[in-house]
């Protein structure tokens, strides 16, 4: 395939996804009554405990239909009451992690997550009912579909499904496991962090079952004060490496699934919010959050009751499943992309101040056929001008280097590309 061609596979991907299959997913995440972090352990058909033995005997399963090509294990953290005024009582926060390794990179890993747990209006009562069905059994629901449908391909770097808990009383969850990842030495490529991806009207009334919000920050919060002083003459506040990764779904998303509408929103998470994929961007890891653009509060944190003639709490008639679909299938061919394609490079340098042409030169990416620079005015949001090239350093000539941001991505034999890496380098 040349570079410049889609790749037919991806298709298959989009149509193999079934909304059936999560509509059923979700039923089941809802029917355990609660899934409270703190919930019932012990029962096997309500809380936390049954939930999340139920989510690993759903991937165990999809690991058995794949020659065991999934390992699937818990990862927990003991989290205490000293930690937070959230948590009403000792309890381990345990997560459910799907491996499929990959054959060349087993080391480089792509993930998607939702989250296993629930709340109802108060997020420390852990006995009321909280089925959750939005937030978050379809980003849940969504995650061990994306499992059964790319295990039956092979994937040169590493995919993750992970079900996160703990998010509703501090992001424990997503915390244990950034740093499980980070002590392994893990090297992530991105977070994909899918909470509430089910609901398409909003309680302003908008109907609207084609848009999703892609959050993202500006830069890495652990960045050094160097990098902060470079930014200062040389540009970026747009482009870290977690913005990357949200261009990068845009860019999928609108290549192979146009009728959708990514928005790109510059932002962590909403306002003043956050979600789990805030843990790993804390370490350093590039991560966004994928959601419905159009939410419900009234469904949303909520005791099931109803007042005024409105009827409140999170159930499962709320949740659109055609639309989960969509979102599923977004994350799905993002992992793909990213796991069939070689690594993005580490180092990209920059020149041609007072030049009329901007001089790039970067490592070499083992697996790499080519590369592609691209750039794009600074005032836009997305790379909108492309050059394929198969060296490690090129001048674009006539391109004045003032007037741009430029970046550049690794392109494999199969056409699929690295995320974009913004210069780190000034090349004098």
Request: proline share 3%.
């Amino acid at each position: 395939m040349s570079f410049a061609q889609t790749d037919a596979k991806i298709y298959d991907i989009i149509n193999t996804v079934s909304a059936d299959r999560i509509k059923a997913d979700v039923k089941t995440l809802t029917e355990f009554g609660t899934r409270n972090t703190f919930s019932d352990t012990i029962s096997n058909t309500r809380g936390i405990g049954a939930a999340r033995r139920w989510i690993k005997s759903e991937f165990d399963k999809i690991s058995n239909n794949c020659d065991n090509c999934i390992n699937v294990f818990y990862q927990k953290d003991l989290v205490t009451t000293e930690m937070s005024r959230r948590v009403p009582h000792d309890a381990y926060v345990v997560n459910v992690v799907a491996i499929q390794k990959g054959t060349k990179y087993p080391n480089r890993y792509i993930i998607m997550s939702g989250d296993i747990d629930s709340r109802n209006s108060d997020g420390s009562n852990f006995t009321k009912d909280a089925p959750g069905a939005n937030d978050n059994a379809s980003g849940m629901a969504g995650t061990i579909e994306a499992a059964r449908v790319l295990s039956k391909y092979q994937f040169e770097s590493s995919i993750i499904y992970v079900g996160l808990s703990g998010e509703e009383q501090g992001l424990f969850g997503g915390a244990g496991l950034a740093k499980y990842a980070k002590d392994k030495g893990w090297e992530i490529i991105g977070i994909l962090n899918n909470d509430m991806i089910g609901n398409i009207e909003g309680v302003d009334g908008v109907i609207d079952n084609r848009s999703f919000r892609i959050f993202s920050e500006p830069v890495p919060a652990n960045e050094t004060e160097r990098q902060r002083r470079m930014r200062r003459f040389y540009g970026g506040e747009v482009d870290g490496i977690s913005r990357q990764l949200a261009r990068y779904v845009h860019k999928t998303t609108k290549t192979y699934m146009p009728e959708m509408n990514p928005m790109l929103i510059y932002r962590l998470d909403r306002f003043g919010r956050g979600g789990h994929h805030r843990p790993f961007n804390d370490l350093g890891f590039a991560g966004i959050r994928i959601m419905e653009a159009h939410e419900n509060y009234t469904q949303q944190h909520q005791d099931i009751r109803t007042e005024n003639g409105i009827k409140y709490g999170d159930t499962f008639e709320h949740v659109n499943f055609p639309y989960a679909k969509k979102l599923t299938a977004v994350n799905a061919i993002n992992l793909a992309s990213l796991a069939w394609a070689p690594a993005a490079p580490k180092e990209v340098a920059i020149g041609g101040i007072v030049e009329a042409s901007a001089r790039l030169k970067w490592n070499k990416v083992e697996g790499a056929k080519g590369y592609k620079i691209y750039w794009r005015d600074t005032t836009s949001p997305t790379w909108d001008h492309s050059r394929y090239v198969e060296s490690t350093e090129f001048t674009l000539e006539g391109i004045v280097i003032d007037n741009f941001f430029f970046g550049v991505a690794a392109v494999g034999e199969n056409g699929h590309e690295s995320m974009v890496v913004f210069p780190n380098k000034i090349w004098r």
